[in-house]
């Protein structure tokens, strides 16, 4: 058996890194940008940032911004039809996942125009070219998209997200700039940070995990653990450790898939536009201690990176708990709700538990879950 790692070609890391784009540009011979943002983004001028710097090295570009927070299949087919309009040759995807997702998704079906029909990229989609090339920029420090080969798109119509898995559709270059994620309000900077924690820790416990995977996940277990809640209150070193910690996670989870925490919480997406990453905290705690039987003494190195005390004198159920308990706290330290009262509704929890279980993150769980055990850990949180 061959374990295979797929990362981008070159990533910029640190304040002030948007500065090298106009280079990158030039180096690989391309012509005009096609650039992803979202409106929020545009209104606020955090896009202006990178747009800037294009305009002061004479460098083309034209604005796309229809993305929505849970981008769409319309928002992709009218992204298409704008690239083809414009006449760019690259992208230059500014925000967070949903930016990113919007990006991959144009350019993949730019490059393979025989998957117009957006829905035909659900799961590992036989695509044969690379994207058009992706210039990422994140500006939240949680979801990664700038260094994974995943994206999601929500269908509308069936009230679900799909995960597209696809090689080609990585970016280029990934520039992980931590003043562009300066402008990110307290409640967005802790969603996205709870996202980047629920990466490296089910890519750590995924079923597909191995030795380097494992050593990203841990890492940025750790430097997540340490910097949300500076970077929660504005911080500019828990900003920076933030930066590159979810970053990491994407370098491990990306190659090795996720669970049923992912699952669970893109079926809250799709249903009730729940932002991601308050999904996937609020439910991360409850389905490590489902999980906690099928994961040996990984929970033990999860505490660890956590920065619990005298992990190693602990049985292994208590150090289980102190991983749980941990994450738990952190969650709390951070604002996020404790529960889904208030979002989940019982008379869709049946359809909610069908949506994760045909979630393409779920064959990833350490434990094979039932239809009926996703619809108890639902409940559990009511």
């Not at 979801?143 to 119509?157: F, K, L, S």
């Not at 439910?283 to 956590?306: C, F, H, Q, S, W």
């Amino acid at each position: 058996m061959s374990n295979r790692i797929v990362l981008n070609e070159t990533s910029y890391h640190g304040a002030g890194a948007i500065r090298e784009i106009p280079g990158e540009v030039n180096r690989r011979g391309l012509h005009k940008a096609f650039v992803c943002s979202d409106p929020d983004l545009v209104k606020f001028k955090v896009t202006d940032k990178v747009l800037d710097v294009l305009q002061e090295n004479n460098l083309a570009y034209e604005l796309y911004s229809d993305i929505k927070p849970n981008p769409t299949i319309e928002n992709v087919q009218t992204g298409v039809a704008a690239f083809k309009k414009s006449g760019a040759d690259y992208i230059i995807a500014i925000g967070g996942g949903s930016s990113m997702d919007t990006a991959k998704a144009i350019g993949i079906i730019i490059a393979n125009p025989e998957f117009g029909d957006v829905r035909s990229l659900e799961g590992v989609a036989p695509t044969k070219k690379p994207c058009v090339p992706i210039i990422a920029v994140p500006t939240t420090a949680g979801t990664a998209a700038e260094v994974t080969i995943n994206y999601v798109i929500t269908d509308v119509q069936k009230k679900r997200k799909f995960v597209c898995v696809d090689v080609h559709d990585i970016p280029v270059v990934a520039v992980v700039d931590s003043d562009m994620m300066s402008t990110m309000p307290k409640g967005l900077t802790a969603a996205t940070g709870m996202d980047a924690l629920t990466h490296a820790i089910e890519g750590y416990i995924t079923k597909a995990a191995w030795e380097m995977t494992d050593m990203f996940h841990l890492k940025a277990i750790e430097i997540i653990s340490r910097s949300l809640r500076s970077a929660v209150k504005g911080e500019k070193e828990g900003r920076e450790g933030m930066a590159l910690g979810q970053y990491i996670a994407g370098m491990g989870f990306s190659n090795v898939g996720l669970g049923i925490v992912h699952s669970m919480a893109h079926a809250l997406g799709a249903v009730y536009d729940t932002p991601h990453g308050v999904a996937n905290a609020i439910l991360l705690p409850t389905v490590m201690r489902y999980n906690a039987e099928a994961t040996g003494e990984k929970y033990r190195d999860i505490a660890k990176a956590m920065g619990v005390e005298d992990v190693d004198n602990m049985t292994l159920d208590e150090a289980r708990k102190a991983a749980c308990d941990a994450v738990a706290q952190l969650s709390k330290d951070v604002g996020i709700p404790e529960n889904l009262k208030g979002i989940v509704k019982e008379e869709d929890i049946d359809f909610l538990a069908q949506s994760a279980m045909d979630d393409a993150c779920r064959p990833g769980n350490p434990k094979d879950p039932t239809k009926e055990d996703i619809a108890a850990l639902y409940r559990s949180l009511l």
